[in-house]
């Protein structure tokens, strides 16, 4: 079984702070994906990763960055947190253009 | 812009009687095609894939596609109180976003006993 874990299932943070949302995949995937979920607005993309150290925008990009050091590893981080930012945070990972697999999730709360 | 729309719902049906969730998207060229189940304040589990026109069965489920009109189905058999949730429906545009997908919004589905 694909297994995906993220580093926390709650997290609240205040205004301005630096935060990092880990995900770790242990199937060898080559793709990695951060989305965000509100209510009404469904799945957004932010970043995905097809290889280490590659990376492209979503489609949401701004304030957010990632990095990808190992194939297993994709981190998400929000520079300087905002309010706006409070969010559901999903990361997937896939092999190839296949079916992506998901986290449990990371509730985020911004203060 | 690519494009998945799905109905929000809620979709309510009683217990035992077949469950139909649609969904539409804007690219004739697209490849595959997911159907998602989101239980509140948890994260997606994929139900079922479907690549090719028609129907693929698994178990009470039945997903239909027709890429001529478009739009792709999940049927649920039977349906249980345990399948109230939110259906996503995701789909590869293929071409220069082969590994991305698209997610509809979701659609609510309530079973009443």
């Known amino acids: 079984d694909v297994k995906v874990t993220q580093s926390s299932r709650y997290l609240v943070k205040r205004t301005g702070e630096k935060v990092f949302l880990e995900c770790v995949q242990d199937?060898?995937?080559?793709?990695m994906f951060w989305y965000r979920q509100d209510p009404g607005l469904g799945l957004r993309l932010i970043y995905f990763?097809?290889?280490?150290?590659?990376?492209e925008k979503g489609d949401i990009p701004e304030g957010y960055s990632v990095s990808r050091e190992k194939k297993e590893r994709f981190s998400l981080i929000l520079e300087s947190a905002s309010t706006n930012q409070t969010s559901m945070y999903l990361c997937a990972s896939s092999l190839g253009s296949d079916t992506q697999y998901f986290g449990p999730g990371t509730r985020l709360t911004v203060l | 812009q690519k494009e998945v729309e799905q109905n929000s719902g809620p979709l309510s049906v009683p217990e035992g009687a077949i469950a139909s969730l649609n969904c539409t998207y804007s690219d004739r060229g697209s490849q595959s095609f997911f159907w998602y189940r989101q239980y509140s304040g948890k994260s997606p589990e994929l139900i079922m894939f479907?690549?090719?026109?028609g129907d693929k069965e698994d178990g009470r489920f039945t997903a239909q596609l027709n890429k001529a009109s478009q739009y792709v189905s999940l049927l649920i058999r039977d349906s249980q109180p345990s399948d109230s949730a939110t259906y996503l429906c995701?789909?590869?545009?293929?071409?220069?976003?082969?590994?991305?997908?698209?997610f509809g919004s979701g659609t609510r589905l309530l079973v009443r006993p």
């Open positions: 199937m060898d995937h080559e793709n």
């Open positions: 479907i690549y090719s026109n």
């Open positions: 995701a789909v590869n545009f293929g071409m220069d976003s082969s590994y991305k997908l698209i």
């Open positions: 990763s097809y290889d280490v150290k590659m990376k």
